[in-house]
């Protein structure tokens, strides 16, 4: 039997794009599956498709029972959406606007009212709970817009990017409700660019590349197909990263991840603690001062790059300039609100 969430080749073109070129998902009732991927992989279109939001040229889905394509109306009646492209009405307050979804859903009013007071209080949003959504931060229209997907609990719930624009104490806060939401029954599909979020919440992962899913598993299965310790080398100075690089390049056994800056360097290796005494012999006979170094066990990071290769560089238009080697963007001001 399908799992509450389902998909069997799904196809989407937008003119030359083939932004998903026969994505199959199945995820078990009750659990979570992390959608993750470089930018422009085809999350949120598969995403738009699973809702109804997006009528795939090809393919199938099945959400909690129901046709994708011949229920629409159905499946959207049985699920939660939050995400990049959810709707706020930007001149309604938070209140209205939680108390709208509710009585969208048939909760009676005052019902409504409880909820939404819950809501926000839960989202941090009770102080600015009664101004309209157009003055909110980015970060407070992304806590509305998470908090209005929870209004109902569907038994089916997809979040694309849910933390994306969150500061660390919201993005806690939302994990927790996340696994709530979970334990009571919940099924969710969430596409995530922070790679922790994923090991933290997803029993399940499918990594996304060019529209298609090429590895899926937990994390634990994927760390371990990914294999091998690496040494990680914090260096003191910027200018030595090309050196250091290339002394990390004689010693690994794959490439050599830099984070520029953070001045990490990161390759995997065989060897364990004898190598990396030789390692730091041959990073001080260069005259490289280190502020730290460590052997490491592969991270959902180094699954994500080297199933990807999207580690150094990023292909994504969103990426562009600004996004670091991950193709994530420096932190908005919002997240450090
Ligand atoms: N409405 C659209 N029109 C044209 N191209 C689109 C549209 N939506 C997505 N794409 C393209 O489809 C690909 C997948 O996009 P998307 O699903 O948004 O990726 P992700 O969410 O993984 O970053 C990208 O190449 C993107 O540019
Ligand atoms: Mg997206």
Same mark, same amino acid.
């Given at each position: 039997?399908?799992?509450?969430?389902?998909?069997?080749?799904?196809?989407?073109?937008?003119?030359?794009?083939?932004?998903?070129?026969?994505?199959?998902?199945?995820?078990?009732?009750?659990?979570?599956?992390?959608?993750?991927?470089?930018?422009?992989?085809?999350?949120?279109?598969?995403?738009?498709?699973?809702?109804?939001? !997006?009528?795939?040229?090809?393919?199938?889905?099945?959400?909690?029972?129901?046709?994708?394509?011949?229920?629409?109306?159905?499946?959207?009646?049985?699920?939660?959406?939050?995400?990049?492209?959810?709707?706020?009405?930007?001149?309604?307050?938070?209140?209205?606007?939680?108390?709208?979804?509710?009585?969208?859903?048939?909760?009676?009013?005052?019902?409504?009212?409880?909820?939404?007071?819950?809501?926000?209080?839960?989202?941090?949003?009770?102080?600015?709970?009664?101004?309209?959504?157009?003055?909110?931060?980015?970060?407070?229209?992304?806590?509305?817009?998470?908090?209005?997907?929870?209004?109902?609990?569907?038994?089916?719930?997809?979040?694309?990017?849910?933390?994306?624009?969150?500061?660390?104490?919201?993005?806690?806060?939302?994990?927790?409700?996340?696994?709530?939401?979970?334990?009571?029954?919940?099924? !969710?599909?969430?596409?995530?660019?922070?790679?922790?979020?994923?090991?933290?919440?997803?029993?399940?992962?499918?990594?996304?590349?060019?529209?298609?899913?090429?590895?899926?598993?937990?994390?634990?299965?994927?760390?371990?197909?990914?294999?091998?310790?690496?040494?990680?080398?914090?260096?003191?100075?910027?200018?030595?990263?090309?050196?250091?690089?290339?002394?990390?390049?004689?010693?690994?056994?794959?490439?050599?991840?830099?984070?520029?800056?953070?001045?990490?360097?990161?390759?995997?290796?065989?060897?364990?603690?004898?190598?990396?005494?030789?390692?730091?012999?041959?990073?001080?006979?260069?005259?490289?001062?280190?502020?730290?170094?460590?052997?490491?066990?592969?991270? !959902?990071?180094?699954?994500? !790059?080297?199933?990807?290769?999207?580690?150094?560089?990023?292909?994504?238009?969103?990426?562009?300039?600004?996004?670091?080697?991950?193709?994530?963007?420096?932190?908005?001001?919002?997240?450090?609100?």
């Amino acid at each position: 039997m399908p799992g509450a969430i389902y998909a069997e080749g799904l196809v989407k073109t937008f003119g030359d794009v083939r932004a998903l070129d026969g994505v199959d998902l199945d995820v078990p009732e009750g659990t979570v599956l992390g959608l993750l991927g470089p930018n422009g992989a085809g999350k949120t279109t598969t995403v738009r498709c699973l809702t109804t939001l !997006l009528r795939p040229d090809s393919g199938r889905a099945v959400v909690a029972g129901l046709d994708v394509l011949r229920q629409p109306n159905e499946v959207r009646r049985s699920i939660g959406l939050s995400g990049q492209f959810a709707a706020v009405d930007e001149y309604l307050t938070g209140r209205e606007n939680l108390q709208m979804v509710g009585q969208l859903y048939q909760m009676r009013a005052r019902a409504a009212k409880v909820r939404a007071v819950e809501l926000l209080e839960q989202f941090n949003l009770t102080d600015a709970a009664d101004r309209p959504a157009k003055t909110y931060s980015g970060g407070m229209r992304r806590r509305l817009d998470l908090a209005a997907a929870l209004v109902v609990s569907p038994p089916v719930m997809f979040m694309d990017e849910p933390t994306t624009g969150l500061d660390p104490r919201n993005r806690q806060m939302l994990w927790e409700v996340i696994k709530e939401l979970v334990s009571g029954g919940t099924t !969710l599909l969430l596409t995530t660019q922070y790679l922790e979020e994923a090991d933290h919440l997803a029993h399940e992962i499918a990594v996304v590349d060019q529209g298609r899913v090429i590895a899926r598993g937990t994390s634990d299965e994927l760390k371990a197909r990914t294999g091998g310790e690496r040494v990680e080398v914090v260096v003191h100075d910027r200018e030595h990263i090309p050196t250091a690089s290339e002394v990390l390049r004689g010693f690994g056994k794959g490439d050599t991840t830099v984070e520029e800056h953070t001045r990490r360097l990161t390759v995997p290796v065989s060897g364990g603690a004898k190598l990396l005494a030789e390692v730091i012999r041959e990073l001080d006979a260069r005259g490289i001062e280190i502020d730290d170094i460590g052997l490491r066990r592969p991270t !959902l990071d180094d699954v994500f !790059l080297s199933l990807t290769g999207h580690m150094a560089e990023s292909t994504d238009p969103d990426g562009g300039p600004g996004a670091d080697a991950r193709g994530r963007k420096p932190k908005t001001k919002e997240e450090a609100q």
